[in-house]
């Protein structure tokens, strides 16, 4: 089997991370994936905030864990939060951020490290915690909140995977 396709196969999402940093080579090797991900008509809709910095990462876990309506940490204690929005104005805004985040956890997968996508980032930038976030960063547009790509090392084992469902192929030949 090619190389590449095994890769994705191989790929599960992690649930459990250690609390060391992965090194910031290997993030910039993990957001130039999602870069090059497919896009729109070329708009490159798509932009990504990397947080590493711990307070910041612990605050919008607070807030994404608001929303789900939890207590605990919805990344899982990955270290390093990717948040992936898009340019509202552009109609393949969802489509875009959607494959680079998955160009993103097939990168940390083929680095050798774990990832999982966590949802709730529309409500957070929907409202006054990501806009003032985007603010205090400097980040100026109309975003629409795809989802976090959470990245670190797996603590533990990669999970099995789950059995394919039956039926989900049709040909029209």
Known sequence: MNEFIEAMINRRSIR??????????DLEEIIKAGLYA???????????????????????????ARIMG?????????????????????????????LMIGNMLNAAHALGLGGIWIHRAKQEFDGTFGKKLLEKLGIEGDYEGIGHCAVGYIDGEAPAPAPRREGRVYWAE
Do not use: H, W
Not at 16 to 25: A, W
Not at 77 to 95: E, F, K, Q, Y
């Open 38 to 64: 497919p896009n729109g008509m070329g708009r490159q809709s798509a932009i990504a905030v990397v947080v590493t910095e711990k307070a910041l990462r612990d605050e919008l876990a607070a807030e994404n």
């Open 16 to 25: 459990s991370f250690r609390p060391d940093m992965p090194t910031k080579e």
């Open 70 to 98: 939890r207590d605990g940490d919805p990344f899982y204690g990955a270290p390093a939060v990717i948040i992936v929005l898009a340019d509202r104005s552009v109609p393949t805004c969802v489509c875009d951020g959607s």
